[in-house]
T-cell receptor, first 113, second 110 residues
Framework: EAGVAQSPRYKIIEKRQSVAFWCNPI?????LYWYQQILGQGPKLLIQ????????DSQLPKDRFSAERLKGVDSTLKIQPAKLEDSAVYLC???????????FGDGTRLSIL | SQQGEEDPQALSIQEGENATMNCSYK?????LQWYRQNSGRGLVHLIL???NEREKHSGRLRVTLDTSKKSSSLLITASRAADTASYFC??????????WGAGTKLIIKP
């Protein structure tokens, strides 16, 4: 089966600019996750979708981050405006159900100048 | 927030030796999962062990879980250069959301 696809792989922007990441999960996976991974740390959940509904966005900085999963398939994560501390790898993962193992994309490495 | 704490933070061994990584956590869990992350790549699921299980095997991997001590260990036998990666434990609670540790960086020397 095709894996989780993410784009772009790398992005460099200046602070206060905006950026968007795209994720295409594995076909048939109802649950989709966006994580932020800072260098040397484990992933931190930003938002979890079940189909096109939000299950948990308690750690999403809603003043600057937004995410949507239209039609319960693809998802986008946006940051506007970006801050220096947003420099990280943004990982998308999907699973058939929330109690099943997660499958990850290779992430987008974001650098803020 | 990170619940799992992996120990050691870094481990360097010779190829062919066994590698053991430990994970401790704080709250009750439904399951505990181990993932591997190669440099610049996403995480890959290795093993899921449920709270009522004590040991699980997959190829050269052996995972143990001691819920009384709130700890788990991952053993990789006969290590290979390709095992060089970071290894993360993640605990799943009643809502099945995963809480991740900071990982163990494993280096296999040829």
């Amino acid at each position: 089966e095709a894996g989780v696809a993410q784009s772009p792989r790398y992005k460099i922007i200046e602070k206060r600019q905006s950026v968007a990441f795209w994720c295409n999960p594995i076909s048939g996976h109802a649950t989709l996750y966006w994580y932020q991974q800072i260098l040397g740390q484990g992933p931190k959940l930003l938002i979890q979708f079940q189909n096109n509904g939000v299950v948990d966005d308690s750690q999403l900085p809603k003043d600057r981050f937004s995410a949507e999963r239209l039609k319960g398939v693809d998802s986008t994560l946006k940051i506007q405006p970006a801050k220096l501390e947003d420099s990280a790898v943004y990982l998308c993962a999907s699973s058939y159900h929330s109690n099943q193992p997660q499958h990850f994309g290779d992430g987008t490495r974001l650098s803020i100048l | 927030s990170q619940q799992g704490e992996e120990d050691p933070q870094a481990l360097s061994i010779q190829e062919g030796e066994n590698a053991t990584m430990n994970c401790s956590y704080k709250t009750s869990i439904n399951n505990l999962q181990w993932y591997r992350q190669n440099s610049g790549r996403g995480l890959v699921h290795l093993i899921l062990i449920r709270s009522n299980e004590r040991e699980k095997h997959s190829g050269r991997l052996r995972v143990t879980l001691d819920t009384s001590k709130k700890s788990s260990s991952l053993l990789i036998t006969a290590s290979r250069a390709a095992d060089t990666a970071s290894y993360f434990c993640a605990t799943g609670g009643s809502n099945y959301q995963l809480i991740w540790g900071a990982g163990t960086k494993l280096i296999i020397k040829p």
